[in-house]
């Protein structure tokens, strides 16, 4: 079972590994900040939060990135660089296997040319019944509900 | 009114339906394009079948911060009943599960609280009655 505090530290690391500020730390400096030997970290986060600490860490600049791209209108590699990726080639293809689409089309896709935006179009902030209410409402909603009762409850008036 | 659909916040929609499907044991309801995501509902083998849960993505960073200070209290997101709480620990603790809070009895339940992989603290319960 983990201890309250261990998982207090855990949550500590995510913050960590989201740093935006140079000198980033390293994964394994971010097991020593929470006292933790980083290779029991490693499984301990992946267990936790369902990502290896890298992953984590990865995919959190690729969300950075989006929306960098498109509320400042930098250039991809300015923003490779920003959310802390060495390569640029690593960051694309990450970029465009999590997102569908390369960092360059996401930005033509969603700045408006010439446009200025002050945070991500709310189209891009997903909401539960948004979601529900963007797909076609005979896929959404089962027809007769009631057909789908078990036979068991078929006595039980609705 | 019905209380017919509910929704949980996760992190990743492709590995929350893979935990909530294959670890957890739900059945997907649907699974629909939505845009940049998809719309995953689930239902339980063991449950009403009109009754789903929708495995939300967490992109919103309002809804996100919402999750994570949650996790960071140690408080569980949603509560499902269980038939045997011991047996139900035993058997997702085999499966690499990691757990808060082993069960324990208070009250009229034994509870135990797990993390979902996907940002979320869990409880199970079991009505005992006593």
């Not at chain 1, 995510?14 to 030997?37: C, H, K, N, Q, T």
């Not at chain 1, 969603?110 to 896929?139: D, N, Q, T, V």
């Not at chain 2, 689930?42 to 495995?55: C, I, M, Q, T």
Request: charged residues 25%; proline residues 8%; glycine residues 6%.
């Amino acid at each position: 079972m983990l201890h309250p505090e261990l998982l207090r530290r855990l949550c500590q690391t995510r913050d960590w590994l989201r740093e935006d500020a140079e000198p980033r730390p390293s994964v394994s400096e971010v097991a020593r900040r929470a006292g933790i030997a980083p290779h029991h970290f490693i499984r301990l986060f992946r267990a936790v939060f369902g990502e290896t600490p890298h992953r984590y860490r990865s995919l959190a600049r690729i969300e950075r990135a989006k929306e960098l791209l498109i509320v400042t209108g930098q250039s991809v590699t300015d923003v490779c660089m920003a959310v802390g990726f060495s390569s640029l080639g690593s960051f694309s293809s990450l970029f465009t296997r999590r997102v569908g689409l390369s960092p360059s089309a996401w930005q033509r896709k969603h700045r408006p040319a010439g446009g200025r935006l002050r945070a991500m179009p709310p189209e891009l902030i997903p909401g539960c019944l948004k979601l529900r209410a963007s797909i076609p409402a005979k896929k959404a909603i089962p027809k007769k509900p009631a057909e789908r009762r078990p036979a068991e409850l078929a006595a039980i008036p609705t | 009114m019905k209380i017919k659909l509910n929704s949980i916040m996760v992190e990743n929609q492709e590995k929350a339906l893979d935990f909530y499907t294959r670890v957890l044991g739900f059945k997907k309801s649907k699974d629909i394009p939505a845009g940049e995501f998809r719309w995953i509902t689930l239902v339980s083998p063991e449950g009403h079948p009109d009754v789903e849960l929708a495995l939300e993505p967490n992109a919103n960073p309002d809804g996100k911060a919402f999750q994570e200070a949650m996790f960071k209290q140690g408080i569980p997101f949603a509560a499902f009943e269980v038939d045997d709480i011991e047996a139900e620990a035993k058997r997702l603790k085999a499966a690499s599960v990691k757990f808060t809070m082993d069960p324990e009895s208070m009250g009229s339940e034994k509870l135990a609280v797990f993390a979902d992989t996907c940002g979320n603290l869990i409880q199970i319960y079991q009505p005992t009655g006593k």
